[in-house]
């Protein structure tokens, strides 16, 4: 599996920074956020290093269907039992912050909010 040495999530999925594992199987690691915006906020990725959605190719879908299928079990795991939400956010206009793609997954016992303002 490919990885970079410099990569902060490669870094959490190898184990060499601490996280509070929330699931981990051979192709995607899970893990809570360490800035919550919501009781239940964690992260999703895939174990093989892939920068952004803009990156990814078919080579990587088993890698991303896996963590849109484990999605709502880990999410009702961890108390979001009626509704979350998925967010992925792909370079600097989207606000990717960290460079390997990754799923946040968010919600608890009121409703998250509106997905983005609208303006009038």
């Known amino acids: 599996m490919s990885h970079d040495p410099d990569c902060?999530?490669?870094k959490i999925a190898r184990g060499?920074?601490?996280?509070k594992?929330?699931?981990e199987d051979d192709e995607i690691f899970a893990?809570?956020?360490v800035r919550p915006v919501r009781p239940v906020h964690f992260l999703m990725i895939p174990k093989v290093h892939v920068a952004t959605l803009y990156d990814t190719t078919e080579a990587?879908?088993?890698?991303?269907g896996r963590m849109l299928a484990k999605a709502g079990e880990?999410?009702?795991n961890e108390g979001a039992t009626d509704g979350f939400?998925?967010?992925i956010n792909c370079g600097r206009v989207g606000h990717q912050?960290?460079?390997h793609v990754h799923m946040h997954v968010i919600g608890g016992p009121d409703p998250v909010g509106p997905m983005i303002a609208r303006k009038p």
């Open 74 to 76: 880990l999410a009702r």
């Open 8 to 10: 902060l999530f490669c």
């Open 97 to 99: 912050e960290v460079y």
């Open 85 to 87: 939400r998925t967010i």
């Open 16 to 19: 060499e920074i601490a996280s």
């Open 60 to 64: 990587h879908a088993p890698a991303l």
């Open 31 to 33: 893990f809570h956020d």
């Open 21 to 23: 594992k929330v699931y």
